[in-house]
């Protein structure tokens, strides 16, 4: 069985754990979010995609969801005594080889595909890891604040500010002009099943939908969603307060009809929310709280089950 | 006092504490060594001009005499984990901070004098510390193995191979057309006294004065020079491998003739050296060992004397 599954960090990643126990012999194409990487001290670092090939890698710190396990972190402590910004970006040290071999890979050339690649090849995820896009398209948060109103970095938003600071709107920078990365289409068009898990419905699915030629081709395959918001509230994360900044409601419902009918065929949901519908898509309701290895797996096994229900 | 000392690595460092012990109203200017600079991973190294910065200003490790005090080597590890080469420089987690640093200001459009100055204002080493040159000058070394003959960067033939394999030659690749540093040659011309301090004759002073204008400039000023060379042996590191390597002796005479007479004004020898001679330059045996600081400033001291004998 051929699989695609978009993500974005720590909730994409653990989704995509149970989906690798539930079928270890399918074939797992992740498309990751790069709307969230940044440049930080001349560095590449991309958070979602690292936090994917860390988690299925073997290398995550459990606890915090992401960045490296056993991390030390002299790098940024020296950095910030040569009052290098930002200081707020919490940068480990096994973290900053990553980053270290992404940029020079970079700048040698090569793309953001091949350098992930090469990344993998340490760390062997078990899945095809693809950024969504080689090209730069980059989450920008517009804030209002005593300095005004403005657009920020999605990291300066979510990691300095916390998301405290209202979002008066979220837009993909580069959005227009970003092909999707090698490998994207074409994974998508073979795929038997495509899952949506419980990521970020706005600056991580939201995000890769928007790179040109993904959601149209996403349209054609049969698409099963998990719903990131139990009982009106984010499973974890702030997603709430992206919802808000684009006018939709933190529910169940409201991001089904985000996603839209055209593209989702199935649509997972906790007991609670049982009462979600629209035209065309077949709704179930599941555990969806990913509270340990075996319940993360059983998720992953109800939206394959529904898929292949679908399917039939 | 207005002094200017020409610096390579360790020796030179030293040398300049004991200076700033024995002259600590001087205003002194180093003149660093770059020729050895090398990128790695990426990311800039200047290894004489961290080890002057670290050493004076408090931050080196004093066993090894080059690096950090406390270091770990969390980064390096992990960058050999992705299996990246060079495995052989021994770069710690918090000097590869500084060369973050560095290399962000580089490609941000600072020279690297201007970054060299940003450094500074943290470490506060109590000199002016200049490269040589803001331009691309390398140390070359010619060598002849198994794998033919090639010329290699200075650092692959010093600390990779320890400088076991025999120098053909040793060329500063750049050096036609680098220029002084902004600053250099203004500092030289109105220093009061320049001291050449028992660096590698070959590598470090010799690459300096390779920078066009530095020789010429300093053959007006009165000008003293410390041996590197005890009773036919370097006093520490392999500058007789270097020697050897342009068909010079291992000798404090031989040294003293390499620099020249229209630069050298003065010559510190060792007791066993005494008999060394040249037209033109007054030599004074003294004890040239840097066994500790006292002995060190105790140099240093004897140096700036014999530079106030010849301009009286």
């Known amino acids: 069985m051929r699989i695609v599954s978009l993500a974005g960090g720590i909730g994409g990643a653990r989704f995509l754990r149970g989906l690798l126990a539930a079928t ?20 590449r670092v991309c958070p979602d995609l690292d936090t994917i090939m860390y988690t299925l890698g073997g290398g995550i710190d459990e606890n915090q969801g992401w960045g490296r396990a056993d991390e030390t972190h002299i790098v940024k402590e020296e950095l910030a005594a040569y009052g290098m910004e930002p200081q707020w970006f919490g940068l480990g040290d096994r973290d900053f080889a990553t980053h270290i071999v992404r940029t020079q890979m970079l700048n040698a050339g090569y793309s953001l595909t091949q350098v992930t690649e090469a990344l993998c ?42 998301a405290s600071v209202p979002a008066r709107d979220i837009a993909l920078v580069g959005a227009a002009e970003a092909k999707p990365a090698p490998g ?13 898990p419980p990521s970020n419905p706005v ?18 395959k049969v698409v099963v969603g998990v719903s990131p918001i139990i009982g009106n509230a984010p499973v974890r994360g702030m997603a709430d307060a992206c919802l808000t ?21 199935g649509w997972l949901v906790a007991e609670e929310d049982g009462d979600v519908s629209l035209d065309g898509v077949e709704v179930r309701a ?7 290895p075996e319940a993360t797996a059983a998720l992953a096994r109800a939206a394959l089950d529904l898929a292949g229900e679908i399917s039939r």
Chains 1, 2 share one sequence.
């Open 286 to 292: 599941r555990p969806l709280l990913m509270s340990d």
């Open 24 to 43: 270890p012999d399918a074939e797992i194409t992740v498309i990751g979010n790069t709307g969230d990487d940044i440049t930080l001290f001349g560095l």
């Open 184 to 196: 994207v289409l074409e994974a998508i068009h073979s795929a038997d099943v495509v899952i949506l």
């Open 121 to 162: 090849a340490r760390w062997q995820p078990g899945v095809r890891l693809l950024p969504m896009s080689d090209d730069r398209a980059e989450t920008h948060v517009v804030v209002e604040d005593e300095h005004g109103r403005r657009a920020i970095h999605f990291q300066e938003w979510w990691v300095r500010l916390r």
């Open 245 to 265: 900044a684009i006018g939709v409601p933190t529910t169940a419902q409201a991001v089904l009809e985000l996603y839209g009918a055209p593209l989702v065929d």
């Open 203 to 220: 600056v991580s699915i939201g995000t890769i939908l928007q790179i040109q030629g993904i959601r149209q081709a996403l349209e054609t």
